[in-house]
């Protein structure tokens, strides 16, 4: 099985920075890209912020230069640096993986059961 755990999650007043962090575990081989989602009430999962294994990154147009998105491909980690929060980054924010098991398997997304991000003054 493969479990990734998010946290880092919480209330923060407008302008304040959080960092997210999620740690993929158990039977895995390779991890190919990794990212952020977050999904607000009412509102359908977006992408935040995907990282590939080789670094390269994109960013939603509503967070560039604010967040920045990281890994480490030894811890099997990948982490979301929010600052200058604003109210509407409101969201259950949700880590996602492209991983493959054993090295004969084919990829699969997997997804972290989310952590709660809350900017409110």
């Known amino acids: 099985q493969v479990q990734l755990v998010e946290s880092g999650g919480g209330l923060v007043q407008p302008g304040g920075s959080l960092r997210l962090s999620c740690a993929a575990s158990?039977?895995?081989?390779?991890?190919?890209?990794m990212g952020w989602y977050r999904q607000a009430p009412g509102k359908q999962r977006e992408l935040v912020a995907p990282i590939t294994n080789g670094d390269g990154t994109n960013y939603a147009d509503s967070v560039k230069g604010r967040f920045t998105i990281s890994r480490d491909n030894a811890k099997n980690t990948v982490s979301l640096q929010m600052n200058s929060l604003r109210p509407e980054d409101t969201a259950v924010y949700y880590c996602n993986a492209n991983i493959r098991r054993v090295a004969w398997s084919s990829t699969r997304d997997y997804w972290g059961k989310g952590t709660q991000v809350t900017v409110s003054s």
């Open positions: 158990g039977s895995i081989f390779r991890i190919n890209a």
